[in-house]
């Protein structure tokens, strides 16, 4: 029950983070380019569009990818989605300006550069907080590593460094050693890591990652 908790408040607080960006652009379309520039149906048709760029944009750059980018991946992913979302939103808000009489064709640049970076300025802190509510609730698996030779374990040891957040080593059995020693680790882990070799001349041994 308590991770079904987490998980509905880690939703919301990613919609949130959504919304925040929404709700940023329509409040600076407001300050910087005029209450009622685009009137009611013309705010109501940019904000719509405005909605599924950045879900697009998001998707496509993976800007929920919690746990399995890391947190630089993740913002910077975000960064290039506000710059895709709030370039098209500009020309779009400058197309429909353009249609009114005696206006110029491009709106003031300086008001979405402002949007850009309030929006920037909100995202930093909140993704960083998404990522650890993200490992709060999904801490580190407790892993062995079952080896055949030490170089092999220094392979599975490098690979895990890089995923501390993912997995814990809390054993390394060789393969040598009795079945039952390696069933009985097998049976406390979360995790398992170990090499399985190519049945087929030429066929380079594997790596798996079994998780229970």
């Not at 709700?23 to 705010?43: A, C, M, R, V």
């Amino acid at each position: 029950m308590k991770h079904k908790v987490d998980s509905f408040i880690f939703f919301l607080a990613k919609t949130a983070l959504f919304f925040t960006f929404l709700s940023l652009f329509f409040l600076g379309q407001h300050t910087y380019y005029g209450e009622t520039l685009f009137y009611f149906w013309g705010n109501i048709i940019i904000i719509l569009l405005y909605t599924a760029v950045l879900y697009l944009a998001s998707r496509i750059y993976n800007g929920f990818n919690f746990g399995h980018a890391n947190i630089q991946e993740i913002i910077v992913a975000w960064v290039l989605c506000l710059i895709i979302v709030n370039t098209f939103a500009y020309f779009i808000c400058s197309l429909i300006n353009s249609l009114r009489e005696n206006e110029s064709a491009l709106l003031p640049v300086g008001g979405i550069l402002y949007i850009f970076a309030a929006q920037v300025g909100v995202m930093i802190p909140m993704t960083i907080l998404l990522n650890a509510m993200h490992y709060s609730q999904n801490p580190a698996l407790s892993t062995i590593i079952i080896y055949g030779d030490t170089q092999n374990l220094q392979l599975y040891c490098n690979m895990i460094s890089k995923q501390r957040r993912k997995f814990k080593v809390v054993k390394t059995i060789s393969q040598k050693e009795q079945t039952g020693v390696i069933l009985d680790a097998i049976q406390s882990a979360s995790c398992i890591f170990l090499r399985r070799r190519g049945n087929q001349a030429g066929r380079l041994d594997r790596v798996l990652l079994l998780k229970r």
